[in-house]
Antibody, heavy 120, light 109 residues
Framework: EVQLVQSGAEVKKPGESLKISCKGS????????IGWVRQMPGKGLEWMGI????????RYSPSFQGQVTISADKSISTAYLQWSSLKASDTAMYYC?????????????WGQGTLVTVSS | SYVLTQPPSVSVAPGQTARITCGGN??????VHWYQQKPGQAPVLVVY???DRPSGIPERFSGSNSGNTATLTISRVEAGDEADYYC????????????FGGGTKLTVL
């Protein structure tokens, strides 16, 4: 079974750094892009970026370029999303999902989500 | 940048047919994917490439795409179909990017 399992919920203070993870299993992790999607409380889905774990080629949404860093460690089939200095506005649910980039770009499957709360 | 427009809400009685639209400039030339998100859960792909269904998705879910509008159709709506639905496209041009619609809340009356 293809599965993406994300790290647990985080509570952080403004200005702190954070790295959340997404571990893939059940398929060749280096053969598919992984995407990250933000969902702020009560809002819709926003694409943040995608990474190809095979060579770490990364593409960012212009809205998130410079705000976050996407990375991957193919040796442990894990992708990451990190912040160097969190803001209250980063409070959201973050999902990773396998992106079928070479075909028509659907996301399937999705991780269970990681809730990030930033509050002083 | 490319924009996908969905109605904020659609209401339908059980057993009836729900149609959720996704508008975009010449969207008929793109492949459209649809996701269902129930409260407190991650999104789930219900239709991809305009009209294909992943395994495990009921045949009641279908899709179409032409001109400037893509449509997700849910036949014989059940209470369990109440959820938010999002359309999505992938633009693989020189500046590749993903676009999501704003989402539609389906209410089963």
């Amino acid at each position: 079974e293809v599965q993406l399992v994300q790290s647990g919920a985080e509570v952080k203070k403004p200005g702190e750094s954070l790295k959340i993870s997404c571990k893939g299993s059940g398929y060749s992790f280096t053969s598919y892009w992984i995407g990250w999607v933000r969902q702020m409380p009560g809002k819709g889905l926003e694409w943040m970026g995608i990474i190809y774990p095979g060579d770490s080629d990364t593409r960012y949404s212009p809205s998130f370029q410079g705000q976050v860093t996407i990375s991957a460690d193919k040796s442990i089939s894990t992708a990451y999303l990190q912040w160097s200095s969190l803001k209250a506005s980063d409070t959201a649910m973050y999902y990773c999902a396998r992106h079928h980039t070479v075909t028509t770009g659907r996301f399937d499957p999705w991780g269970q989500g990681t809730l990030v709360t930033v509050s002083s | 940048s490319y924009v996908l427009t969905q109605p904020p809400s659609v209401s339908v009685a059980p057993g009836q047919t729900a149609r959720i639209t996704c508008g975009g400039n010449n969207i008929g030339s793109k492949s459209v994917h649809w996701y269902q998100q129930k409260p407190g859960q991650a999104p789930v792909l219900v239709v991809y490439d305009d009209s294909d269904r992943p395994s495990g998705i009921p045949e009641r879910f279908s899709g179409s795409n032409s001109g400037n509008t893509a449509t997700l159709t849910i036949s014989r709506v059940e209470a369990g179909d109440e959820a938010d639905y999002y359309c999505q496209v992938w633009d693989s041009s020189s500046d590749p990017h993903v676009v999501f619609g704003g989402g539609t809340k389906l209410t089963v009356l």
